[in-house]
């Protein structure tokens, strides 16, 4: 069983190795709507799935947080990602597999996958 | 409705936290032979009025700009009630606030209880700026995970370093298995 101990070993072994990160400095946001309308349209593995990714694939630069509702209720789960000179690009209907896809062809690849975002949701 | 009792838990602790709190204890206690689910959620932020009290069951109450409807609190409360259990909120400006929900164990309306774990690994890993404290009871078993140990261990590594944060969805886990043997409810 997962004891203090071992927490106190697991710190030993990451001190000097960690390089403490700071959120204010990650330049790209990935931010997920966690009010009563996010979570009860299923955000929470968003949420999960979107930080499992960054910290697995090692992606520096990006801070996976949470914010409340930003007013499209009808439109959640929404992951909206912020990057430093770019336009803030705002996913809506989102599933764990879309937050898989976003990391891989948006954060890492640099391209926006359109047909997920809310312009193209609200031309339908 | 949110389709489990820890979604709720989640959604309501989240109010804790935008209350400006410094500790948020989350106690959830099961009791088959009582036949009762409860959960108490209580933290230390900056309270309501009695004004606000009474508007707080009000879905047509919210205190944010962006929707003109709240249903947190009255989605919790309704899920509470058809399962046959009970609801209150206790509150004192400048005190803090207290939510209590219990369930009927065995009532055909009680929705499960869900991902707990992951509602109180997100809480904690998310708004590192506050302490948990999270008490576990299945009938005779128990346990309780305390972020200030972790914390006082830790000093400034974060709780989202990967390792960590794995670290401490494998102890609530490992520790609420123990107590329940992976009993679902």
């Not at chain 1, 072994?13 to 349209?41: D, F, H, P, W, Y």
């Not at chain 2, 820890?6 to 959830?28: G, Q």
């Amino acid at each position: 069983m997962k004891s203090l101990e071992e927490l106190k070993a697991l710190r030993d072994k990451m001190q000097g190795s960690v390089t403490l990160r700071n959120e204010s400095e990650a330049s790209t946001r990935v931010v997920v709507g966690m009010a009563t309308c996010g979570i009860a349209s299923g955000a929470r593995p968003v949420l999960t799935a979107l930080s499992n990714a960054v910290a697995e694939k090692k992606i520096e630069d990006v801070a996976v947080t949470q914010t409340g509702c930003i007013g499209l209720c009808q439109y959640e789960p929404i992951v909206e990602v912020f990057q430093p000179g770019k336009e803030k690009v705002t996913y809506v209907k989102m599933t764990p597999e879309k937050a898989l896809e976003v990391i891989d062809k948006h954060i890492i690849g640099g391209n926006p996958i359109t047909e997920y975002t809310i312009g193209a949701i609200m031309k339908n | 409705m949110m389709p489990e009792i820890a979604l709720n838990v989640l959604d309501v602790a989240e109010n804790s936290v935008r209350a400006n709190s410094t500790l948020v204890t989350i106690e959830v206690i099961i009791n088959q032979e009582k036949d009762l689910l409860s959960v108490l959620i209580k933290d230390n932020g900056c309270g309501m009025t009695e004004e606000q009290l009474k508007k707080v069951e009000d879905p047509f109450f919210t205190t944010r700009s962006t929707r003109k409807v709240g249903l947190g609190v009255p989605f919790y409360k309704q899920a509470a009630l058809a399962a046959g259990g009970e609801f209150y909120i206790h509150s004192k400006v400048g005190e803090g606030t207290e939510t209590y929900a219990s369930f009927q164990l065995s009532n055909i309306d009680r929705m499960p209880l869900g991902d707990i774990n992951g509602t109180i690994h997100t809480l904690v890993v998310y708004n590192e700026q506050l302490d948990f404290v999270y008490h576990y009871v299945f009938n005779d078993a128990e346990f309780t995970l305390d972020t200030r140990e972790f914390r006082e261990i830790l000093g400034d590594i974060s709780f989202k370093e990967p390792e960590i944060s794995q670290y401490i969805m494998d102890y609530l886990s490992e520790q609420k298995d123990s107590c329940d043997h992976g009993v679902k409810v």
